[in-house]
């Protein structure tokens, strides 16, 4: 089951997962490397802690739940797509 559509299909979830990385990584490590210039109280906790604690989780379940939807999109699509008949088989 191989061909264009499937080439296409993983070439899409290819570059999905790696936005996501990249999105992941900055949510990750650029709070880190910013922390000093997010200090600032935020509900009577500094920003850089509660974004540490909290919203990079958060992030992180957004980040899930957004690949989940795009690919069972992905998915869907690729059910619907005209399969190509095989060829019959040879003598």
């Not at 899409?12 to 996501?20: D, S, V």
């Amino acid at each position: 089951m191989s061909g264009p559509a499937t080439s296409r299909y993983w070439q899409r979830n290819r570059r999905l997962i790696g936005a996501l990385l990249g999105v992941w990584s900055v949510a990750t490590f650029g709070v880190l490397f910013f922390a000093r210039e997010l200090m600032f109280q935020w509900l009577n906790w500094p920003f850089a802690f509660w974004f540490a604690a909290q919203g990079a989780l958060l992030m992180y379940v957004a980040i899930i739940a957004l690949y989940a939807r795009l690919m069972n999109r992905a998915d869907e699509q690729a059910r619907q797509a005209p399969q190509a008949e095989a060829p019959p088989p040879g003598p």
